[in-house]
């Protein structure tokens, strides 16, 4: 079992920055892949960013995200964030944090526990 709790959500301007994080307990942190997801009001929830580790970190983005966040890991800590930067209105959504104990994965499906969700709301 693992236990997810996010926190760092908020209001923000456009072109603003928020860094979320993502705290995880019950299970060996660093053998899992840990994802982020976004829900818009009447869409799925979609990728975001996912990150593992094979010997060396390895990441992956949603193309509406990169250059923009970044996903990272402190395995002392049992902790992912995301940091966002640029922040669009279209970035509003409540963000998930997921761990996934298989492959990295931009598939919701491949995700074996969710956190409650965080409110991100960037105004225009």
């Known amino acids: 079992q693992v236990q997810l709790v996010e926190s760092g959500g908020g209001l923000v301007q456009a072109g603003g920055s928020l860094r979320l994080s993502c705290a995880a307990s019950?299970?060996?942190?660093?053998?899992?892949?840990m994802g982020w997801f976004q829900q818009a009001p009447g869409k799925e929830r979609e990728f975001v960013a996912a990150?593992?580790?094979?010997?060396?970190?390895?990441?992956y983005y949603a193309d509406s995200v990169k250059g923009r966040f970044a996903i990272s890991r402190d395995n002392a800590k049992n902790t992912v964030y995301l940091q966002m930067n640029s922040l669009k209105p279209e970035d509003t959504a409540v963000y998930y944090c997921?761990?996934?104990?298989?492959?990295?994965?931009?598939?919701?499906?491949?995700?074996?526990?969710w956190g409650q969700g965080t409110q991100v709301t960037v105004s225009s």
């Open positions: 990150i593992t580790w094979r010997g060396s970190t390895i990441t």
């Open positions: 019950g299970r060996t942190f660093s053998s899992v892949t």
């Open positions: 997921a761990a996934s104990t298989s492959r990295l994965s931009a598939q919701h499906y491949d995700y074996n526990y």
